[in-house]
């Protein structure tokens, strides 16, 4: 009943991104990530902390589902080899920015910290991949509509994001994303260009 | 000229092995890597672990370039596809191991851990792939060596070893290591076999 009361999600919404901004904040700094570190740089009480996000596996998690959510827009350029190149372009600006690093890294460090709750873990670590496995899906989809052949979702994961992030997580240059994308995109091409039909079309038998 | 300084090699080795076998326990515990605990856990004196090994990024390089070297055999099946598949499910079974992935996910966290040593961060990630990336060369320089087109070293880093390690890193199921190889393998048959060429071997015109 009190004006605060009254706007739940307005206040929410605040104490979420302060407390977002405070976990980025913290390993991007290179500090130790702890509920009450993060309650006192995001100037909310711990307990609300610890009432809403449990713990650190449960803070990383939905700061990472949320930084790495499908927020920014699918590219759209007409052609699946062009979606992809835009696409990859922008994953591998988001894999150098500090803090998206460092989410990243924190995430896959989670791992051996926290060994008495694997499903957090795992919510952690997936949380920085399910917006981006929904953005190549949308990718996907849009490329079969338009009666383009579509790798798997699986193919795009393996052979272009994985490339961008594990060079991300080891400190190695950046790939070049036209040739990731070469590799998903022309093998497709081949194999639509059946060699009898190739042939077929190129000198007619009669 | 004691007994014990008669065999330094001998003493040395020791330590060295036991201090290894410190780091990845604590590790594949999920307890805090110290100096004071990796020597403590190993027997020694932390004194002599940090004349050593300076630091906690010093001991996770140097493990790690141990544990992920080239003391295990290059796969030899007298075919580039045979040995990418033996070796990819090698890689798959290592990342799949408690130890090395903790080993793994211990140097992709260092990063932010360490901003005041970059050059250590670097060597304590690059230490998990200087072996790996080695053994891929030996791969591709014997098939070179047989006749066989091969593909480059970061090829089968951005296709092979990333999908693999982060898929582990992530807690992802591991990739059939078959589809992996055939996308790297069947390229290069592609590119080989030029459609004029095989046009004219398969229906000559006169």
């Not at 460090?109 to 991949?129: I, K, N």
């Not at 393996?158 to 060079?167: C, E, G, T």
Request: one cysteine or more; proline letters at 8%.
């Amino acid at each position: 009943m009190t004006p605060t009361m009254a706007r739940p999600g307005g206040r929410s919404a605040k104490v979420t991104a302060a407390v977002h901004r405070a976990v980025v904040d913290l390993l991007a700094a290179g500090e130790p990530l702890t509920v009450p570190q993060v309650a006192a740089r995001a100037g909310v009480n711990a307990t609300s902390v610890y009432r809403r996000w449990g713990d650190v596996a449960g803070l990383l998690a939905d700061t990472a589902l949320v930084r790495f959510g499908t927020s920014s827009a699918v590219p759209d350029t007409g052609s699946l080899r062009g979606d992809l190149l835009a696409w990859g372009a922008a994953l591998v600006e988001e894999a150098g920015r500090p803090e998206e690093l460092a989410l990243l890294r924190a995430a896959v460090a989670a791992g051996p910290a926290d060994p008495g709750a694997p499903e957090r873990v795992e919510s952690a670590c997936s949380a920085c991949l399910v917006g981006r496995s929904s953005q190549a899906e949308t990718i996907l989809a849009t490329a079969q509509a338009r009666g383009e052949q579509a790798p798997s979702p699986t193919r795009v994961l393996d052979h272009l994001v994985a490339p961008i992030y594990l060079r991300a997580l080891f400190g190695l240059p950046a790939p070049a994303v036209e040739v990731l994308v070469d590799l998903l995109v022309d093998r497709l091409v081949d194999r639509l260009v059946d060699p009898a039909t190739a042939r077929a079309t190129s000198s007619p038998r009669r």
